[in-house]
C-alpha cells in the first residue's frame, strides 16, 4: 500500500475487501465440510413464499384438521437410503428443528409489501409463527428408500414440505462431490457457471419476458441457488421478476413470489363427506383464498384432479381470476386449452396471465414465449432446471449430479388418504384404490403419461 494512502482511499480498500469477502468461493466451501455440521437449512424463511400464503390459510381456517406430508421418490432408479447416510440426514433433519423465525425476519415479513399488498401477514398469524418449530419426523429405510414421513396438525407439518426436499437434494449432491478434489469442484463450478450463463444469454433475446426463480426445492445445493439468482437479477435484470425463496427474496431484496399450490385441495377433497363436498373442494378452495388475498394472487391452479374437469365443472366467476398455472401438461398444450376456455367464457386472453412452471428448460421457455406472444400476458417459474443442472460439467459422469423427481406431499388428512391426480398419470399420488376412485370421480379426459425427468 503507498505509504500516502489516505483515510478516504483506507476506507474504500476496506470496503472492497468486505466485500470481496461476502462473495463465496463455492468450490472452497464444498471442499471445506470439515466441521461436525455444515447446516442445509439456517432459516425457517428458507423457504417457498407460496408455502407462507397457504400457511396463514390452514391456520386461520383449518387450525384442528391433521395432514400427513410424505416423501415421495418418483425415480424409483435412484435409491435414495444406499446414497445418503442416515446419521448425516436425521442430523440436518434435526437442526431444521431447532430454527425459529428471527426477529429481523419477522419485521421483513410484517413490514415488506408482497404483490402490491402491505401488511399481507396478519400480527396474530406473525405472533403465531415467531414461537413455530417443524415437528418430530418419522424416518426408516425400506427396500433402498427412505420412508420420511411428518404427522401432526396440518398447520405444523406443512413447512417440512420446502425444507425436507431441500436437505435431501443438497445430502445427495454432496455425497457425489465427497471424493472430488479442490480443482475437480472448482472446474466442476466454474462449466456449471458458465452452462448457466448461456442460458442468461439465450433469455436475454425475449423482449418483454418475465421469469422468476422457483427452484428451492430440488436445488443442487442453497449457494447454488443464490448464485443463480445473483446472475438472473443482474443477467436479465427486470426480466427477472423474483424468487420463490423468501430468504432469498429478502436477503437479495427481490420480490417474494408464489400463490398456491396442490396440497389446499387435495386435503379439502380428504375432508369430503360426500360427491357433492368431493366436486366442490377445488372451488371452496379458491373461495377460501380470495377471501383471504385476492388482486394478482388470483392464480388457478387447475390440474389437482384434471385440468379437464376442473374447467368442465368451474363456475363462471373463475375466469374473472387473474390468470391460470397449467402446471402438469406441456405448456403449449396447457396453454392452449385454458386460452381456449378463456374464449368462451367470454375473456380476452389478452387481458389474462398464463404461468408456465413445469419441468422448464431454456428451450422449452423460448418455444412457449414465442408461441403465445401477443396472444396472453406470461410468466416463467423455472425450478430444477435452473438450480440443479450440472449435466456435463463435471470431468466424469457422477449419477448423484443428475436431479431426480422427489417431492413431498401431502398422504392423509385426518386420517383419511389424499390424492393428486395431475394431468400426467406419472406424477399421480396416493393410494391405488383412492387413486381408482377419484378417476371415476372426476374422469380421465386429456390426462397423457409424459416422463417425468425432475
Not at 480498500?13 to 471442499?31: E, F, N, P, S, Y
Not at 376412485?437 to 397423457?448: N, S, V
Request: proline content about 4%; some cysteine.
Amino acid at each position: 500500500m503507498r505509504g500516502d494512502a489516505g483515510p478516504a482511499s483506507c476506507e474504500g480498500l476496506a470496503r472492497g475487501i468486505a466485500a470481496a469477502m461476502t462473495k463465496t468461493d463455492i468450490a472452497t466451501r464444498v471442499h471445506n465440510h470439515t466441521w461436525k455440521l455444515d447446516p442445509i437449512i439456517r432459516s425457517l424463511i428458507d423457504t417457498d413464499f407460496y408455502k407462507l400464503l397457504m400457511l396463514q390459510m390452514i391456520w386461520k381456517l383449518y387450525p384442528d384438521v391433521n395432514a400427513t406430508f410424505s416423501l415421495i421418490n418418483r425415480t424409483k432408479t435412484v435409491r435414495l437410503a444406499e446414497e445418503i447416510d442416515e446419521v448425516e440426514l436425521r442430523e440436518q433433519l434435526d437442526h431444521a428443528r431447532s430454527l425459529r423465525l428471527t426477529k429481523k425476519e419477522s419485521i421483513w415479513l410484517a413490514g415488506n409489501t408482497f404483490y402490491g399488498r402491505s401488511q399481507i401477514f396478519e400480527p396474530e398469524f406473525l405472533s403465531w409463527l415467531s414461537s413455530y418449530q417443524l415437528p418430530e419426523y418419522e424416518l426408516f429405510k425400506r427396500d433402498g428408500q427412505y420412508e420420511l414421513n411428518f404427522h401432526g396438525r396440518w398447520m405444523d407439518t406443512t413447512l417440512w414440505e420446502i425444507p425436507a426436499l431441500a436437505i435431501v437434494n443438497e445430502l445427495r449432491s454432496r455425497s457425489a462431490m465427497r471424493s472430488l478434489g479442490y480443482f475437480t469442484l472448482d472446474v466442476l463450478y466454474a462449466r456449471a457457471k458458465a452452462k448457466m450463463w448461456a442460458k442468461v444469454e439465450r433469455l436475454r433475446e425475449l423482449p418483454g419476458l418475465r421469469i422468476s426463480d422457483f427452484g428451492t426445492r430440488r436445488r443442487h445445493s442453497f449457494l447454488w441457488q443464490r448464485w443463480c439468482v445473483e446472475a438472473l437479477k443482474e443477467g436479465i435484470g427486470p426480466a427477472f421478476t423474483g424468487t420463490s425463496n423468501v430468504l432469498l427474496a429478502m436477503d437479495s431484496d427481490l420480490e417474494a413470489v408464489g400463490t398456491n399450490a396442490h396440497e389446499l385441495p387435495m386435503v379439502v377433497a380428504a375432508l369430503a363427506q360426500n360427491d357433492e363436498d368431493l366436486a366442490a373442494a377445488p372451488y371452496q378452495v379458491m373461495k377460501d383464498w380470495n377471501r383471504l388475498y385476492g388482486g394478482n394472487l388470483l392464480i388457478v391452479l387447475p390440474d389437482a384432479f384434471g385440468t379437464a374437469a376442473f374447467l368442465r365443472n368451474a363456475p363462471e366467476w373463475v375466469a374473472d381470476w387473474t390468470g391460470f398455472r397449467p402446471d402438469s401438461a406441456p405448456p403449449i398444450e396447457g396453454g392452449e386449452k385454458i386460452i381456449e376456455w378463456w374464449k368462451k367464457m367470454g375473456r380476452d386472453p389478452k387481458k389474462k396471465l398464463l404461468i408456465f412452471s413445469d419441468g422448464l428448460d431454456v428451450d422449452a421457455i423460448i418455444d412457449t414465449y414465442k408461441h403465445f406472444e401477443g396472444r396472453a400476458r406470461m410468466s416463467f417459474g423455472w425450478g430444477t432446471n435452473l438450480t440443479n443442472d450440472f449435466a456435463g460439467c463435471a470431468p466424469k459422469t457422477i449419477e448423484g449430479l443428475k436431479p431426480i423427481s422427489v417431492v413431498c406431499k401431502v398422504s392423509d388428512a385426518n386420517g383419511r388418504p389424499a390424492v393428486k391426480l395431475s394431468d400426467n398419470p406419472q406424477k399421480a399420488t396416493g393410494e391405488a384404490d383412492e387413486v381408482q376412485r377419484y378417476l371415476k370421480f372426476f374422469g380421465q379426459e386429456d390426462r397423457k403419461d409424459q416422463k417425468v425427468l425432475v
